[in-house]
């Protein structure tokens, strides 16, 4: 009922940035949580950075100053501004939406991720 298309991984040197975006599409009512979250190999999955629907912004400690979150409510689609680029930051990126469908019953859903590797 809700999906969720992301979009900008890649390679890049460290240093570099990519800019990922989390479209989201369906029987969407409202979204008021989205986040970026990124798994590396052999790691457990974390929350890189959330963005709620009244504009509060979370980032994890080692992104702080280096990522962003945007978004552009009309085309619902969050964006994620990843600059200084650092090997550690390799992993696979997926989005998450929660929110309400038309409907009004709840949904979490999740894209199918991105690969992002950061490499000279």
């Known amino acids: 009922q809700v999906q969720l298309v992301e979009s900008g991984g890649g390679l890049v040197q460290p240093g570099g940035s990519l800019r990922l975006s989390c479209a989201a599409s369906g029987s969407i009512f409202s979204i008021y949580f989205m986040g970026w979250y990124r798994q590396a190999p052999g790691k457990q999955r974390e929350l890189v950075v959330s963005?709620?629907?009244?504009?509060?912004?979370n980032l994890a400690d080692s992104v702080k100053g280096r990522f962003t979150i945007s978004r552009d409510n009309a085309k619902n689609t969050r964006y994620l501004q990843m600059n200084n680029l650092k090997p550690e930051d390799a992993a696979v990126y997926s989005c998450?939406?929660?929110?309400?469908?038309?409907?009004?019953?709840?949904?979490?859903?999740w894209g199918q991720g991105t690969q992002v590797t950061v490499s000279s």
């Open positions: 963005l709620t629907s009244g504009g509060s912004t």
């Open positions: 998450n939406a929660r929110g309400n469908l038309v409907s009004r019953q709840p949904f979490i859903s």
